[in-house]
């Protein structure tokens, strides 16, 4: 096989108290709108034999994602299934002291689609990642999500993440940035 899904950090505090009541709804609606796309994409891939690649993130005892707790874990639409492969990290980068590379390169996978969540932090920090180990990256256009930043709202840092990573390239390695209804297995 040569290529994986790999979903980042859909888990059920990503976004918890990230904006004003008001705001927050929206957060959290577009996030179930992300996580519908991913379910979608993971049955797809689970028809097709590829693998399913699901990182969660080990938050401290403070943090929205304490390991362990309900926070923590992964949302129930793309909770882990029996092939699943789950990777547990405590940085942005899902490759980061991490087996995500050893696991790649046992199932022989060249090519990650990839979607999930914080669009600025652990999408974008894994994905560059990825390019500069020589894995090519279809980025899910529509497939990560976040909160607002600052000025930004979050649709802003979304389509800036979509327009800086298309194309993005490290050797032969490169990032393609689709759709989820483009996406294929």
Request: glycine residues 6%.
């Amino acid at each position: 096989m040569t290529t994986a899904l790999l979903i980042i950090d859909v888990q059920n505090a990503i976004i918890a108290d990230k904006a004003s009541p008001e705001r927050q709804a929206v957060l959290d609606a577009a996030l179930d709108e992300t996580v519908s796309r991913l379910q979608n994409l993971k049955q797809k891939a689970r028809a097709a034999g590829i693998p399913v690649i699901l990182v969660q993130h080990d938050g401290d005892n403070d943090h929205r994602l304490a390991t362990g707790t309900t926070g923590w874990a992964l949302r129930s639409e793309i909770a882990e299934e029996a092939s699943d492969i789950i990777v547990h990290k405590r940085n942005s980068d899902s490759f980061f002291e991490t087996e995500l590379d050893a696991q790649l390169k046992a199932h022989s996978v060249k090519h990650l689609i990839t979607g999930g969540c914080m669009t600025q932090f652990c999408v974008d920090t894994t994905i560059r990642r990825a390019v500069s180990l020589g894995y090519d990256v279809t980025l899910i256009a529509d497939g990560h999500t976040t909160a607002d930043s600052g000025s930004l709202f979050f649709l802003d840092i979304i389509r800036h993440h979509n327009e800086t990573l298309d194309g993005f390239d490290a050797g032969n390695a490169t990032v393609t940035v689709k759709p989820a209804s483009e996406i294929t297995f």
